[in-house]
């Protein structure tokens, strides 16, 4: 069945398409996302506050880095909920970061240098934060990923630089600086905050 004209919604999950038919897709229910796994289409709720203010802080700390550190000029861009492009599908990361191009990155050609997750509440969730999409996000070239969890207070860091990848979990009343962002400290605490405040409304 050709899908050159589908119309992903609510009722396309489990619909079979190959990579090059989901990314020709246009037309789209905007009140879901849509991720293409194993050749499955899966349709999800656009995220909670307790992921998506956290992750705007993010942002904002990005873009100042960015803006008005001396070596900011390193990132090249940061943008929310973005496609990871896998060998057989595409994940959706809550944040991917673009470091040492000199250049906008081309969004399909250039893998991200750093991906972002907010876990969200429930065990599939956790497995899907910590170990697929680490295994995927380290096959797709990503150098970094930040895993950020309210709920074990930590923050887990997997570098995909070592032939093995090496993890480092951050309790909260510590700070993050990696090498790929020299002079950026990541709040833990703050951001943390950010969640635990939405949660609480």
Same mark, same amino acid.
């Given at each position: ?31 879901? %996302? ?7 289409? /899966? ?82 969730? %956790? ?57 950026? /400290? ?10 635990? %405040?939405?949660?609480?409304?």
């Amino acid at each position: 069945m050709s899908t050159a004209h589908a119309t992903l919604g609510l009722e396309s999950a489990g619909m079979l398409m190959t990579p090059e038919e989901f990314d020709s897709v246009t037309d789209y229910d905007e009140c879901y %996302r849509y991720e293409l796994i194993r050749g499955a289409v /899966i349709v999800n709720p656009i995220p909670n506050p307790e992921e998506t203010g956290p992750n705007e802080l993010l942002g904002h700390l990005l873009w100042e880095y960015q803006e008005r550190h001396p070596r900011g000029s390193v990132v090249d861009e940061s943008l929310p909920q973005q496609y990871v492009r896998t060998a057989t599908g595409r994940r959706i990361a809550d944040r991917l970061v673009w470091v040492g191009l000199g250049r906008l990155p081309d969004l399909r050609k250039n893998p991200a240098t750093i991906a972002v997750e907010f876990v969200s509440p429930g065990t599939r969730n %956790r497995k899907r934060d910590y170990v697929e999409k680490k295994q995927e996000y380290g096959a797709a070239g990503i150098k970094e990923y930040w895993i950020f969890d309210r709920f074990r207070r930590t923050l887990t860091v997997v570098d995909f630089s070592a032939p093995a990848p090496a993890e480092m979990i951050i309790a909260e009343s510590n700070t993050y600086e990696s090498t790929l962002l020299p002079g950026f /400290i990541v709040p833990l605490a703050r951001i943390l905050a950010s969640a635990d %405040r939405r949660a609480e409304m």
